[in-house]
């Protein structure tokens, strides 16, 4: 019951023209949308659904994908297991930077040595540590892969 309904009551249940009734309210809406407002939203919506799968990223992935070879042999003080050969004084000092062999390209290498400071995320707690003569390799450029053909890319040894 509203306050309307109550002033209707006390006159005895009669509405007058000069008490209006709670049965209409006027409600100002929006008016409807046109049929060239409806058809540029649906063709709108028809080229956004024709066009979701260039919206997903992808993976950069080359055409075709072979592992390197390896390069044969490797450091003598490690045994030749590990396929480089480092920085150390027991390797030759013209010794192959890249990690791969048959391959023509780029090679980029630094030793990093210095501090780290490691955080606990759960404490706080911080503590410094040496990071000694990391070996950081990149390479760029042509090589031939383990199926026999000739493939470009990048590679890093980190």
């Known amino acids: 019951m509203n306050i309307r309904d109550i002033s209707a009551w006390k006159m005895g249940g009669k509405l007058t023209a000069q008490t209006p009734g709670p049965i209409h309210q006027q409600i100002n809406l929006p008016q409807g949308m046109s ?69 023509n ?15 606990n995320n759960k404490t706080g707690e911080k503590l410094r540590l040496p990071f000694v003569e990391s070996d950081m390799r990149f390479m760029q450029g042509v090589y031939k892969g383990q199926d026999g053909r000739m493939h470009q890319g990048a590679l890093a040894l980190v």
């Open 105 to 119: 390209g780029f090679v980029g290498l630094a030793y990093i040595s210095g501090m780290v400071t490691q955080t």
């Open 35 to 103: 049929r060239r407002g409806f058809t540029r939203t649906a063709g709108g919506a028809a080229v956004l659904a024709s066009t979701v799968g260039l919206w997903k990223p992808t993976l950069a992935q080359a055409k075709e994908w072979s592992d390197p070879q390896h390069l044969p042999g490797g450091t003598p003080v490690l045994g030749g297991g590990f396929h480089v050969f480092g920085p150390a004084a027991f390797d030759p000092v013209d010794a192959e930077p890249a990690t791969i062999t048959d391959f």
